[in-house]
């Protein structure tokens, strides 16, 4: 495994690393982070006595992984311990306290002290337990863990067992932040915002567990106070704004709201944004509060070489999201991961647009797919299951197991603006029943775009019309009844030594060196894409913003430290690929 390190994994705290709120959209101020160093053992026993704790981790970073201190390969039958000794928090009460969990891959159990609080299965979502047993000193949480990478059944995204070309190291166990936070008996559970910004309104909605009590609702405007309701026996409001502030990419404008439910306080956000399509120049286009926008950003796996899955801390999110920016992009497609939910509110604050992708599962894609797909236009009907097992997907287990992870992701991020589509298949990955699976996730949010099928074998249905090009000249034909999209292209590879994973290097054209990777940049956009607007290209997402392991496809390096591709050249193309 390779040493490789960005400068915010070499300036990590790793005696508290990532302690900031986990959920900004969601934040109450009495909680306490559990990050940090942790007993751990690998046994193949699911007792948590079983363990001695012989080693120590560093959480939340996956036991693969340089800042986990472990940097092992997980085995189908290994079990891993993780415990953490702990006094109370001043500041949480013992008999009010609830334990979050960020992200842990795949399944797992937790006790306290040793009681089973639980049990949860999954890998990308957030999960909590109430606490019923703490004591002022010396309490005992264990989490067993197990991970089959290889299972169809949990979302994996690109983690592989073998890992090597767009394939990656797999993350186990726990990569996502632990913490502590006080939550009242009587508390609120959800809330949604449904903001109309031609009714110059906002709808909030607040699930609560005791509907007996009215929660208030205060708005402000950059520390202003603005607004203040009451919400009514169904726990829903309107919040007025007469003088509305649109969110844009260029001016990211939030609303601070406080929540008050009886003891209960939770601070939140929100912005007056609209999603929608608009015709523009006789071509169907996306839109942003009715005005037409032409999407351009890179494809971001969101992996880190000394941190797997988890960003190394909280400013190498933001790098991240400002260096896309810096190219000059107004959009990123987060591929194939579902990444902290403070990575969504840098998007937001900053203003950057995510189109953000559902994460596959099945069994693992056949490889005459993988390697004929971009050269044969296959028309599979994704109803059969003859069609559905060359997908990955062996039954109707696998399709639940999809169905319920991304759309508990859906909810999880349903607050946030910064999010204007959803690609819910990639390139066949476990896809199935296409068109049945977006009318149903509609249903859960219809104020966003969707891409059904990015890549190949289109069924026909969503906003897109999705096209992945790598290997040949890029050309489209128009579509008159969705927006036609480059969902993917470029690849341009180029190795920086010093830099790079392995001795490997995997991308779709080899460049020479810096001045060879911008020129032919320049001249595949400008003889490439920008021409395709006039038959209504009004998607590009270029592959990709950084090296990831044998990808040496990045704007920039796998470490962050060397931009390969000038921005001067990125930012005079937008001037131009941008404009309508």
């Given amino acids: 495994m390779s040493n490789l390190i960005t400068e915010e994994g070499q300036r990590v705290d790793l005696s508290s690393p990532l302690s900031e709120h986990p959920n900004p959209l969601f934040r109450r101020d009495h909680y306490a982070c559990l ?3 942790w007993g751990f053992e690998v046994n193949q026993d699911l007792d948590p006595h079983s363990a001695q704790y012989t080693e120590s981790i560093i959480v939340p970073f996956a036991v693969e992984t340089q800042l986990s201190s472990i940097q092992r390969s997980v085995h189908k039958n290994d079990v891993l311990h993780y415990q953490k000794v702990f006094d109370l ?3 949480i009460n013992a008999s009010l306290a609830v334990l979050h969990f960020e992200a842990v891959d795949q399944v797992c159990d937790v006790y306290l002290n ?5 049990h949860h299965e999954g890998g990308y979502i957030p999960f909590e337990f109430r606490c019923p047993k703490l004591h002022k000193k010396s309490n005992i949480l264990e989490v067993v863990v197990t991970d089959d ?4 059944y949990f979302p994996r995204g690109k983690q592989m067992n073998k890992s090597g070309g767009i394939w990656y190291t797999p993350t186990s166990g726990i990569w996502g932040s632990v913490w502590l936070e006080e939550v009242p008996e009587d508390h609120i559970e959800e809330i949604r915002f449904i903001p109309d910004i031609k009714a110059r309104i906002c709808k909030v909605i607040a699930k609560l567990n005791n509907d007996k009590k009215r929660c208030k609702v205060e708005v402000y405007d950059q520390g202003e106070p603005i607004d203040r309701i009451a919400l009514d026996e169904d726990g829903e409001g309107i919040i007025t704004l007469k003088k509305m502030k649109l969110w844009t990419v260029k001016s990211p404008h939030l609303y601070d709201v406080i929540f008050k439910y009886g003891e209960d306080e939770v601070h939140s956000y929100f912005a007056m944004r609209e999603v929608s399509t608009t015709e523009h120049n006789g071509h169907l286009y996306p839109a ?8 351009s950003g ?11 899955l988890t960003p190394p801390s909280d400013q190498a999110m933001i790098n991240d999201i400002e260096l896309v920016k810096k190219y000059g992009f107004n959009m990123v497609r987060k591929h194939i991961k579902v990444e902290p939910r403070r990575w969504y509110y840098h998007c937001d604050r900053l203003g950057l647009l995510v189109m953000q992708d559902f994460v596959n599962i099945g069994a693992p894609y056949q490889l005459f797919l ?3 797909a971009p050269f044969i236009p296959y028309r599979f009907d994704d109803r059969l299951k003859m069609h559905q097992r060359s997908f990955g997907i062996k039954d109707d287990q696998v399709k639940e197991s999809f169905l319920k992870n991304n759309e508990a992701m859906m909810r999880l991020l349903i607050n946030h603006p910064s999010i204007v589509a959803w690609t819910i298949f990639n390139e066949g990955w476990g896809q199935f029943e296409a068109k049945a699976v977006y009318e149903r996730v509609k249903k859960i949010d219809s104020s966003r775009l969707f891409d059904v099928t990015s890549g190949w074998y289109d069924q026909g249905v ?3 019309d999705s096209h992945h090009i790598y290997f040949r000249r890029v050309f489209l034909n128009p579509c008159k009844s969705r927006i036609l999209s480059l969902s993917e292209f470029g690849g341009y590879s180029l190795k920086i030594e010093g830099h790079t994973w392995t001795s490997k290097a995997f991308g779709y054209k080899k460049m020479k060196d810096k001045d060879d990777l911008n020129a032919s940049l320049k001249r595949l956009y400008e003889e490439e894409i920008i021409p395709l607007k006039k038959v209504g290209l009004a998607v590009a997402v270029y592959t990709q913003l950084s090296d990831v392991e044998d990808e040496i496809n990045g704007l920039v390096t796998y470490d962050r430290k060397i931009e390969k591709a000038d921005p001067e050249v990125f930012q005079a193309i937008h001037k131009e690929l941008l404009k309508l």
């Fill in 35 to 37: 990050n940090g160093k």
């Fill in 89 to 91: 928090p001043k500041k």
């Fill in 114 to 118: 040793g009681e089973h609080l639980g």
């Fill in 149 to 152: 990478t290889a299972s169809p």
């Fill in 288 to 295: 942003l509060n009715g005005r037409p926008i032409f999407l």
């Fill in 298 to 308: 890179p494809l971001d796996q969101g992996y880190y070489p000394e941190s797997g």
């Fill in 370 to 372: 993988i390697g004929t």
């Fill in 462 to 464: 969503g906003n897109f």
